[in-house]
């Protein structure tokens, strides 16, 4: 199934694309933190073990703890991104595109006792390819949706060059275009960086290695960078 986007409009009138997650990528998510909590399991079970009767008891509310606890703790503090979900790139938020809250968590999380049904989350299933955002029946009664949330870049700052002015006043558009070859630059390869230089040689006056030395440092003095 091709995942889909639902667009909202926040109060201020401001349009967001929402890029729906398919059934494979939570299916995916959804073991890695299946794998997760069994891991834990394990890990408290040898050490309860030692309790004997005692340790069994704790045992049976840890075990309630990870598998019930565990998906609301992590989408309530950590932005709607359990560690499976942050593994794929997925996000859980609101229909309106606003963080999820523990409410929507908790039902979103106790409705799976339904979605499993009749096995195998086949009512989950289901619900999510007959829904154009492919919501199971938790996300459609919380108000919940899981979208593509791509980790956000680091930005770069652009090398530190001898700042000099173009030789011409630049537009707005060209400037963000210097700015952007210049922070980009440590991702090019040499020649490439000395491929897009020579587009601009009448605003450096040099081509080549000179060139892309000469467009840094315009990128320097637009951002204002004057030693």
């Given at each position: 199934?091709?995942?889909?986007?639902?667009?909202?409009?926040?109060?201020?009138?401001?349009?967001?694309?929402?890029?729906?997650?398919?059934?494979?990528?939570?299916?995916?998510?959804?073991?890695?933190?299946?794998?997760?909590?069994?891991?834990?399991?394990?890990?408290?079970?040898?050490?309860?073990?030692?309790?004997?009767?005692?340790?069994?008891?704790?045992?049976?509310?840890?075990?309630?703890?990870?598998?019930?606890?565990?998906?609301?703790?992590?989408?309530?503090?950590?932005?709607?991104?359990?560690?499976?979900?942050?593994?794929?790139?997925?996000?859980?938020?609101?229909?309106?595109?606003?963080?999820?809250?523990?409410?929507?968590?908790?039902?979103?999380?106790?409705?799976?006792?339904?979605?499993?049904?009749?096995?195998?989350?086949?009512?989950?299933?289901?619900?999510?390819?007959?829904?154009?955002?492919?919501?199971?029946?938790?996300?459609?009664?919380?108000?919940?949706?899981?979208?593509?949330?791509?980790?956000?870049?680091?930005?770069?700052?652009?090398?530190?060059?001898?700042?000099?002015?173009?030789?011409?006043?630049?537009?707005?558009?060209?400037?963000?275009?210097?700015?952007?070859?210049?922070?980009?630059?440590?991702?090019?390869?040499?020649?490439?960086q000395q491929e897009l230089a020579d587009i601009?040689?009448?605003?450096?006056?040099?081509?080549?290695?000179?060139?892309?030395?000469?467009?840094?440092?315009?990128?320097?003095?637009?951002?204002?960078?004057?030693?």
């Amino acid at each position: 199934m091709l995942d889909t986007v639902r667009e909202v409009h926040t109060p201020e009138g401001v349009a967001l694309r929402l890029p729906a997650a398919g059934p494979v990528p939570r299916a995916l998510a959804w073991l890695i933190d299946l794998a997760i909590r069994a891991a834990l399991l394990m890990a408290i079970s040898i050490v309860l073990g030692l309790l004997g009767r005692f340790g069994s008891g704790l045992y049976l509310i840890a075990l309630f703890l990870v598998f019930w606890g565990y998906p609301v703790v992590f989408e309530a503090l950590y932005s709607g991104q359990t560690p499976g979900k942050r593994a794929l790139s997925l996000r859980v938020v609101s229909v309106d595109g606003a963080p999820i809250g523990w409410m929507a968590s908790f039902i979103r999380n106790l409705m799976r006792t339904v979605d499993m049904l009749p096995f195998g989350y086949g009512a989950g299933l289901v619900a999510s390819l007959a829904d154009p955002w492919s919501r199971r029946l938790g996300d459609m009664v919380a108000g919940t949706l899981v979208i593509h949330a791509p980790r956000e870049r680091t930005h770069v700052d652009a090398p530190a060059f001898a700042p000099c002015a173009p030789a011409v006043p630049l537009q707005a558009h060209e400037q963000v275009a210097v700015v952007a070859f210049a922070e980009r630059a440590h991702a090019l390869t040499g020649e490439r960086q000395q491929e897009l230089a020579d587009i601009v040689a009448p605003l450096t006056g040099a081509r080549g290695e000179a060139g892309v030395r000469r467009l840094l440092g315009v990128a320097n003095w637009l951002l204002g960078r004057r030693a």
